[in-house]
Every structure is written in structure tokens, then in C-alpha cells.
């Protein structure tokens, strides 16, 4: 499943000034649990990013609404590590 389905987009980017940026993934909105909990509006999640003084890159993912992501952002932050891994970054 597309968890993903709306899409995202860069919503903060200080990466040169303070190391840190926050991107902003939507669900599609046509879900069960959106269409019954969310009133048919896409979930949305961000996921925080910050580059220390070392190089080290840190991820967050987390839901704004809600008790449960059902393990979204756990794939999502899986999904973008295997995609690091592959391209010889150490995870």
C-alpha cells in the first residue's frame, strides 16, 4: 500500500543555516481510517531532519493527529534508510 498517497513537499528547509528541515508527507484522504476519523481530509505527518556537527543525520517521523500511525511512520523511515543503505550511506 501507498501510505504516502498524497504526496509531500519540503515545508521547512535550514539544512545550510541550522542543520534541520522538516518535510510534510499526506496521506491520500480515501482511506477507511481518513474517511471515518479525518472527515475524508488526508493524515499528515512530518518528518524532522538534522545534521549535527559531526555529519550524523538524524530522522524523525511523526503523525500531528492521532494515537496510532499503524506503523507508517516506521515504514516510512525504513523505506528511506534501505534507500541510504543502497546507495552506501552506513545506517
Same mark, same amino acid.
Given at each position: 500500500?501507498?501510505?504516502? %498517497?498524497?504526496?509531500? /513537499?519540503?515545508? !521547512?528547509?535550514?539544512?545550510?543555516?541550522?542543520?534541520?528541515?522538516? &518535510? =510534510?508527507?499526506? $496521506?491520500?484522504?480515501? %482511506?477507511?481510517?481518513? /474517511?471515518?476519523? !479525518?472527515?475524508?481530509?488526508?493524515?499528515?505527518?512530518?518528518?524532522? &531532519? =538534522?545534521?549535527? $556537527?559531526?555529519?550524523?543525520?538524524?530522522?524523525?517521523?511523526?503523525?500531528?493527529?492521532?494515537?496510532?500511525?499503524?506503523?507508517?511512520?516506521?515504514?516510512?523511515?525504513?523505506?528511506?534508510?534501505?534507500?541510504?543503505?543502497?546507495?552506501?550511506?552506513?545506517?
Amino acid at each position: 500500500a501507498d501510505v504516502d %498517497g498524497g504526496g509531500w /513537499k519540503i515545508a !521547512n528547509d535550514d539544512l545550510e543555516s541550522t542543520g534541520m528541515a522538516r &518535510i =510534510e508527507y499526506s $496521506s491520500s484522504g480515501k %482511506g477507511f481510517f481518513a /474517511k471515518s476519523f !479525518n472527515g475524508g481530509k488526508p493524515f499528515v505527518d512530518d518528518l524532522n &531532519i =538534522e545534521i549535527d $556537527s559531526n555529519g550524523s543525520v538524524k530522522c524523525k517521523s511523526q503523525s500531528r493527529i492521532g494515537d496510532s500511525d499503524f506503523g507508517v511512520n516506521g515504514k516510512r523511515l525504513a523505506y528511506l534508510a534501505a534507500g541510504l543503505k543502497s546507495k552506501g550511506w552506513g545506517i
